[in-house]
């Protein structure tokens, strides 16, 4: 099992940057794949970023690509979101999520994933 926990939300203007991270607890890190979900406010979550175990494989959203960076350091159990660009409709809750997988694909289907962090609150004002 692992416990995710991210930080590093906040509030920022359009066209700011803000990196999260999410901690995860764990000797076995390394194994799991780490999504990066968002939900807005009356809106259902969304898909934002992914990255395989090994960090070989990213894959992003069509509205973050170029804009968002996946990245993650298996020695200090912690996988991170360079946000850049930032836009007003990036203001959602951020979730990081783990599973469990060795392929070289990370999942994208929120579905997918077995473990999730308590989110946090991104903001980007116009």
């Known amino acids: 099992q692992v416990q995710v926990v991210e930080s590093g939300g906040g509030l920022v203007q359009a066209g700011g940057s803000l990196r999260l991270s999410c901690a995860a607890s764990?000797?076995?890190?390394?194994?799991?794949?780490m999504g990066w979900f968002r939900q807005a406010p009356g809106k259902e979550r969304e898909f934002v970023a992914a990255?395989?175990?090994?960090?070989?494989?990213?894959y992003y959203a069509r509205s973050v690509k170029g804009r968002f960076t996946i990245s993650r350091d298996n020695a200090k159990n912690t996988v991170y979101l360079q946000m850049n660009s930032l836009k007003p409709e990036d203001t959602a809750v951020y979730y990081c999520?783990?599973?469990?997988?060795?392929?070289?694909?990370?999942?994208?289907?929120?579905?997918?994933?077995?473990?999730w962090g308590q989110g946090t609150q991104v903001t980007v004002s116009s």
């Open positions: 999520a783990a599973r469990e997988s060795s392929t070289v694909v990370p999942p994208r289907s929120g579905n997918e994933y077995n473990y």
């Open positions: 764990g000797r076995t890190f390394s194994r799991y794949a």
């Open positions: 990255i395989s175990w090994s960090g070989s494989s990213t």
